[in-house]
C-alpha cells in the first residue's frame, strides 16, 4: 500500500510570510495529488490538486508543485493572511484508494 | 445544500451497543467512500464503493464493522458491539471523476 510523509507537523508564520508543506510518497503509480484544507470541527475541502503530467498547479495565492521523479509535493501557500490557519491534509491514491498524511497545523499570526 | 451530507452529526453510545451512520453523497456522484478520523491524525480509510459495489475495504474495518449501499446512493455505515476504541469522527466522501472527493460534515461517534 502507499506511505504517505508529511512534514512539517506544525508551522507558524507572521501574516504575509509564505508557507511550505511538503508530502512523500512511496507509490510510483500514483498520479493524482490532492491537498485539503479542514479548519477546527469542519469537514476537510479540497484547495487544489495536480496530477502526474504537470509539474506545477497554481491558485491565486495557492501552488502545488510535483516531482515524480523524487516521489515529492508541495503546498505552497504566499502571503498568508489568518484565515489561513487550519489543518492541511495530503493524499496519494494507490490502486484508487487515498492514503492521507498525518496533517500541518499552520497557524498565521496576525 | 447540494453536498455530501451524513446522519446524525453526533452519536453517543454505551460500550457494546450498535450504532447506525447515514450518509447521502452528491446526487451524480458513483463513487463513496467512508473514512475514520482521530484527533491529530489524517482521515483513515475505510470502505469505498463504485454504484453499489464494495470494491475495496481496509483491514482496520473489523467483523464488527458493515456498510451497504443497497441502491448506488445512500450508504450506511453500521458498528456492532461498539468499543471505546471506535470513539472517532466518521466521514463520508463521494466523487464523480476518479480520486476527486468532496467530504461530509461527519458523525462524531462517542463510546462511553
Known amino acids: 500500500g502507499e506511505n504517505v510523509e508529511q512534514h512539517p507537523s506544525t508551522l507558524s508564520v507572521q501574516e504575509g510570510d509564505s508557507a511550505v508543506i511538503k508530502c512523500t510518497y512511496s507509490d510510483s503509480a500514483s498520479n493524482y495529488f490532492p491537498w485539503y484544507k479542514q479548519e477546527l470541527g469542519k469537514r476537510p475541502q479540497l484547495i487544489i490538486d495536480i496530477r502526474s503530467n504537470v509539474g506545477e498547479k497554481k491558485d491565486q495565492r495557492i501552488a502545488v508543485t510535483l516531482n515524480k521523479t523524487a516521489k515529492h509535493f508541495s503546498l505552497h501557500i504566499t502571503e498568508t493572511q489568518p484565515e489561513d490557519s487550519a489543518v492541511y491534509f495530503c493524499a496519494a491514491p494507490s490502486s484508487y484508494i487515498p492514503t492521507f498524511g498525518r496533517g500541518t497545523s499552520l497557524i498565521v499570526h496576525p | 445544500d447540494t453536498g455530501v451530507s451524513q446522519n446524525p452529526r453526533h452519536k453517543i453510545t454505551k460500550r457494546g451497543q450498535n450504532v447506525t451512520f447515514r450518509c447521502d453523497p452528491i446526487?451524480?456522484?458513483?463513487?463513496l467512500y467512508w473514512y475514520r478520523q482521530t484527533l491529530g491524525q489524517g482521515p483513515e480509510f475505510l470502505t469505498y464503493f463504485q454504484n453499489e459495489a464494495q470494491l475495496e475495504k481496509s483491514r482496520l474495518l473489523s467483523d464488527r464493522f458493515s456498510a451497504e449501499r443497497p441502491k448506488g446512493s445512500f450508504s450506511t455505515l453500521e458498528i456492532q458491539r461498539t468499543e471505546q476504541g471506535d470513539s472517532a469522527m466518521y466521514l463520508c466522501?463521494?466523487?464523480?471523476?476518479?480520486?476527486?472527493?468532496?467530504f461530509g460534515p461527519g458523525t462524531r461517534l462517542t463510546v462511553l
Open positions: 466522501a463521494s466523487s464523480l471523476r476518479e480520486n476527486e472527493q468532496f
Open positions: 446526487s451524480e456522484h458513483n463513487r
